[in-house]
T-cell receptor
Framework: EAQVTQNPRYLITVTGKKLTVTCSQNMNHEYMSWYRQDPGLGLRQIYYSMNVEVTDKGDVPEGYKVSRKEKRNFPLILESPSPNQTSLYFC?????????????FGEGSRLTVL | DQQVKQNSPSLSVQEGRISILNCDYTNSMFDYFLWYKKYPAEGPTFLISISSIKDKNEDGRFTVFLNKSAKHLSLHIVPSQPGDSAVYFCAASPEGTDKLIFGTGTRLQVFP
């Protein structure tokens, strides 16, 4: 079964405590990305990766880091989380056999930063 | 600056009737448009798309219409079913890019 798996699904943390949200996909997709969903703002792209070792900033990259050392994994790192990073985060992948825009999303990770 | 706008945060429709969800965009460079559906506690799932060379695309009960001159697209669901109750996001991609710009979403509720 095609899957995009995120962990943790829910997390409450405190300001400044580094955390990592993992994302793993089993579809052999080259393209992976991270989005955050906030009320009234929709989905906004944080970072994306076209392939292993290739990453680039999306629309709201401040305060986040990513790495792409393997094709299947694309972790999102918050080095020093702040309350404005409280949000619902989604990892997504897309096959590149033509431009479809059809993203496969994970189930989301709800993060609260106190 | 919100380039893709869904001005109706919510919509309530009776089962069996038509649901019309609207989306407006400001960037004339957008040439590919998509709709995603999202249930609570799940990630968005792709629903239907349309290229700017078309003005209509149909898939079962779902039809997307594109009016390029008005920079407007809409999603029609006919007939609406309770299982269609979800948040719907429209998204647009600028020509020559793989980037997707999402709207803010519309919550559709289909009641019996």
């Amino acid at each position: 079964e095609a899957q995009v798996t995120q962990n943790p699904r829910y997390l409450i943390t405190v300001t400044g405590k580094k955390l990592t949200v993992t994302c793993s996909q089993n579809m052999n997709h080259e393209y992976m990305s991270w989005y955050r969903q906030d009320p009234g703002l929709g989905l906004r792209q944080i970072y994306y990766s076209m392939n292993v070792e290739v990453t680039d900033k999306g629309d709201v990259p401040e305060g986040y880091k990513v790495s792409r050392k393997e094709k299947r994994n694309f972790p999102l790192i918050l080095e020093s989380p702040s309350p404005n990073q409280t949000s619902l985060y989604f990892c997504a992948t897309e096959g590149r056999e033509g431009r479809t825009g059809e993203l496969f999303f994970g189930e989301g990770s709800r993060l609260t930063v106190l | 600056d919100q380039q893709v706008k869904q001005n109706s945060p919510s919509l309530s429709v009776q089962e069996g009737r038509i649901s019309i969800l609207n989306c407006d965009y400001t960037n004339s460079m957008f040439d590919y448009f998509l709709w995603y559906k999202k249930y609570p506690a799940e990630g968005p799932t792709f629903l239907i798309s349309i290229s700017s060379i078309k003005d209509k695309n149909e898939d079962g009960r779902f039809t997307v219409f594109l009016n390029k001159s008005a920079k407007h697209l809409s999603l029609h669901i006919v007939p609406s079913q309770p299982g269609d109750s979800a948040v719907y996001f429209c998204a647009a991609s600028p020509e020559g890019t793989d980037k997707l710009i999402f709207g803010t979403g519309t919550r559709l509720q289909v009641f019996p």
